[in-house]
């Protein structure tokens, strides 16, 4: 939320009140109209902006509003695993159901691939950037100006919460799903809109590679305005990947980040 509400104060975020709005409509029950939703949201973000910390019911209306678009993408997402038997282009979404709201074990992969990152230098995914480290992966596109900002928020919340086991121990990874258009130029562009710090990598290259990879990791969509929605989480000592539909909160991205260390201790014999 923290990065959401400096974005909001200096208008650097490429989303508006009304943008988070129109997304929770779209994907819930709620009956309020798109405009008195959206001055709800602009009255809480400009008085926590004001108050900070002194805004305690204006960050509970907004706490409970970011859980219910988080449940929304979940939702709207479903949940499914990706198996490795999977052919290419599958579509590996299924009807949304009670299950959806817990993270799932997934097999991703086209993992040993080369791509390039926001500086253009070319990565292999698998030993350059994942490595021996937890990687947190999600997806956007530049151009979009509704829910893929609000999750880019979230990812710059967590890299916050990550602190210096950023790039160490832990590495954030944002994919495009436009790989025509997001140049590494502009993925740095926009990375930037976030503070984002080193051991947060973006990635993109040719389109069949991207492509090939979107699909391995169950991200795919033909039209990609319409991917998936969705957050995985890998262990590279292990291999083991799971997957959050929707928007997760950076707190329970941490939660299971910490799970995870405890797997590796356990492992280890720590």
Not at 215 to 240: E, I, N, R, W
Request: glycine share 8%.
């Amino acid at each position: 939320m923290e990065q959401l509400l400096a974005g909001f104060k200096d208008k650097s975020l490429p989303m508006t009140p009304e943008d988070i709005a129109r997304y929770r409509i779209a994907h819930t029950n709620s009956a309020i109209p798109l405009k008195e939703l959206a001055e709800q949201y602009k009255t809480n973000l400009e008085e926590i902006v004001r108050n900070g910390r002194g805004a305690p019911k204006a960050r509970a209306w907004l706490d409970q509003e970011f859980q219910a678009v988080e449940t929304a993408g979940r939702h709207a997402t479903g949940s499914a695993s990706v198996t490795s038997g999977a052919p290419p282009g599958a579509d590996t979404k299924v009807e949304a159901s009670a299950a959806a709201a817990a993270p799932g074990a997934v097999t991703v992969r086209g993992l040993d691939t080369t791509l390039l990152d926001q500086d253009g230098r070319a990565v292999h995914l698998k030993r350059d950037v994942i490595g021996r480290k937890i990687v947190v992966v999600d997806f956007v596109y530049t151009s979009c100006t509704t829910v893929c900002p609000l999750a880019s928020a979230m990812f710059a919340d967590l890299q916050t919460q990550l602190g210096d086991r950023l790039g160490s121990e832990v590495e954030l990874v944002t994919i495009t799903v436009d790989p025509l258009r997001d140049t590494p130029a502009r993925l740095k562009s926009y990375a930037a809109k976030f503070q984002a710090k080193p051991g947060w990598t973006w990635l993109t290259g040719s389109p069949v590679a991207v492509n090939e990879l979107l699909k391995g990791m169950g991200a795919y969509a033909a039209d990609f305005t319409q991917h998936p929605l969705m957050t995985l989480v890998g262990d590279g000592t292990s291999g083991q990947w799971t997957r959050f539909s929707g928007l997760p909160e950076p707190k329970r991205l941490a939660e299971h980040l910490r799970r995870i260390d405890q797997q590796r201790s356990a492992r280890s014999g720590g």
